[in-house]
């Protein structure tokens, strides 16, 4: 497992098996989706991953630039065949997604994997 913490985004990274397991905890920002997407790169690396599964209970905003990151993930994801799921989006975080038009593009489950 590994952690990463910012003043305003912890992000936690775990892999099982052939599962990816990421937590964020706080606000998406401008200030560290770079790092989110650079974490995330270095995690599929060092792991064999079917799924991805992306726990957002706990994560309060996302800025435009947070939801370029997002799809960063799931575009890499896509290209490499993993499955990438949402885990309980706040609703807050939902109607940015719904704004933006790209609810469509991820898979969304409502309960903790």
């Known amino acids: 497992m590994s952690e990463h ?9 775990l892999c099982e ?3 990816g397991y990421i937590t964020l905890v706080g606000n998406l920002t401008t200030y560290n ?4 997407s650079q974490d995330f790169e270095n995690f599929i690396s060092q792991h064999k991953l079917d799924e991805v599964f992306i726990h957002c209970e706990s994560l309060n905003y996302v800025s435009s630039t947070g939801v370029g990151a ?5 575009k890499t994801c896509y290209k490499k065949e993993i499955k990438l799921y ?3 989006v706040v609703p807050s975080v939902m109607r ?16 903790r994997i």
């Open 33 to 36: 989706s770079q790092t989110l």
């Open 70 to 74: 997002l799809s960063y993930i799931y």
């Open 86 to 88: 949402f885990v309980g």
């Open 17 to 19: 098996n052939s599962r």
């Open 96 to 111: 940015v997604f719904s704004l933006l038009g790209i609810t469509s593009m991820f898979n969304f489950i409502d309960k």
């Open 5 to 13: 913490y910012d003043p305003d985004l912890k992000m936690t990274f």
